[in-house]
Structures are given as C-alpha cells and as structure tokens.
C-alpha cells in the first residue's frame, strides 16, 4: 500500500487504499460518504437500577471517509484569495522540485520543474473555471503553506472525489 504525503507539510491525504487514477497535474482520489456510529460504553452497571436513562451522547455521524480517514479540515476561499493561495503554493512547489533528486542530473530537474509547470497551470485552469463546485480541505496540520486538497463531484452530482497536485505529494511504500 502506499501513502500520499504533502510534500510541504508532510500531512498525510491518501492512500492508494482509495479509488484513485492519475490525470495531467494530479490524482483524483474516489471517496464516499460513511456513518460512523456512535460509542455505546458499557459501564457494568444495571440500566434498570440507574435513573432515566439520558440517551446517548455521541450521535451516528456521516462524514466523508478520506476527510476522516487523514484527519482533513475544511477550509474556505473565494477566488480572489484560492488565487493569492495557489500562487505562493505553485512557487512553493517548483522550488522544492528544482532541488535535484538523488543523482538526478540537472537537465533531468529542469525537465521534470517544466512538465510541472505544464501541467499544473492546466488543471489550476480546470480548477478556477470551475471553482464554485469545489470545497476545500487542509492536511491535519493546517499548514497554510501546505496543499489544499479539493473536493468535487462526478457528472452524476453524488459521487465525491478529491483532486490533489501529482508534484506536490510523495509516496511511501506502507
């Protein structure tokens, strides 16, 4: 199984454990919405000898199982803002990736920065023509600097996904 950390927070988004497939710039992860049920804790005391009983106090909730599963936020951002965010991120992000790999030689860097760059102004484009769709999470640390993950929804207007940057996440073999 491998894991996908943001390369700037080292916050863990998702795993492969996810429906996942790769588009130019990112990875759309499949998830779904859940219920976590609520905690019956049996005390060993004997309900018909205790007052009324007060209900429980955990409620069954439904969460998203990705924004459960790594602890994501949500956030807000209007456009103007998602803007000035996804500047500083991108710059963030090509910086890191000029950083030679390994024994990466430097025209291997420049050529993995410039499909970065192709392909991340392509799907920012996506993201800004249709940016009413999408809500917005942050890793668990919520490190402004960090990648916002961004969830939408398929054609069929119930089956979620998140969008995460392909160049902004590593991979860890589990």
């Not at 005390?43 to 969460?63: P, Q, Y």
């Amino acid at each position: 199984m491998l894991l996908y950390s943001d390369i700037i927070s080292g916050d863990e988004l998702f795993s492969d454990a996810f429906p996942m497939k790769e588009v130019p710039g990112g990875y759309e992860v499949d998830c779904k919405m859940i219920t976590i049920d609520a905690v019956n804790v049996d005390t060993g005391a004997n309900a018909s000898a205790e007052e009324a009983d007060e209900g429980t106090l955990d409620a069954a909730e439904t969460v998203n199982n990705v924004v459960y599963s790594f602890r994501l936020a949500s956030t807000n951002f209007d456009k103007k803002s998602y803007m000035t965010y996804i500047k500083g991120y991108m710059k963030d992000l090509e910086k890191k990736l000029a950083e030679p790999q390994g024994d990466e030689d430097e025209a291997k860097t420049k050529e993995r920065v410039d499909k970065f760059k192709k392909d991340a102004a392509g799907l920012v484009k996506k993201i800004l023509g249709n940016f009413k769709d999408y809500e917005f999470f942050t890793g668990e640390s919520m490190n402004p600097e960090g990648m916002v993950a961004l969830l939408n929804y398929r054609e069929d207007g119930v089956t979620p996904f998140f969008t995460f940057f392909a160049d902004g996440v590593k991979k860890q073999k589990l």
